[in-house]
């Protein structure tokens, strides 16, 4: 029998995958939309045609915090926050590792997994291990420890 992650039984999953999201298109409209908003206009993320012909990446990329942004939209699309929980704050980063650029137009997906339960007066702080893959690379592009607080429902 198939146990379903969630408030209750979280300590179950330690060392257990939660789940792995579709795949995300990381169009440049993207990265220019994120160039805008955080003031990151540097060229290998924004000018196409200059990265194609100077980067070495060979195409425009996409910024690195783009990427680990992602995490929490495929984070919710693979259920992190459980339907029992009263709610969830985000609670903070361990550790990040950015490995492969993602390239305009990559496609990447989230595997996700428990590595740490702590239980508090409130709820309990989940540690989590995030892999952002990259299709058609053996290479993650990024690494993450995120922690999440969930919040316990009130009775």
């Known amino acids: 029998m198939t146990t379903v992650y969630s408030y209750q039984n979280v300590e179950e999953f330690v060392g257990r995958e939660i789940g792995i999201s579709g795949w995300m298109e990381v169009p440049q409209s993207m990265i220019h939309a994120f160039a805008a908003c955080t003031g990151d206009r540097f ?21 690195g915090y783009l990427s680990l942004s992602l995490l929490a939209a ?6 992190m926050v459980p339907d029992d929980a009263r709610g ?3 609670y903070g980063l361990n550790r990040v590792r950015f490995l492969a650029p993602v390239p305009a137009g990559a496609r990447v997906r989230l595997a996700l ?19 952002l893959e990259l299709e058609g690379s053996k290479t993650p592009a990024l690494v993450a420890q995120t922690l999440i607080f969930l919040m316990e429902k009130r009775p």
Request: proline share 6%; charged share 20%; hydrophobic share 40%.
């Open 43 to 63: 060229w290998y993320h924004t000018d196409p045609e200059r990265a194609r012909r100077e980067s070495p990446f060979g195409a425009a990329i996409a910024h």
């Open 74 to 79: 495929l984070g919710n699309e693979i259920g």
């Open 113 to 131: 997994s428990v590595l740490e339960v702590a239980f508090k007066p409130q709820g309990k702080l989940i540690t989590l291990n995030n892999t």
């Open 88 to 90: 969830v704050a985000n």
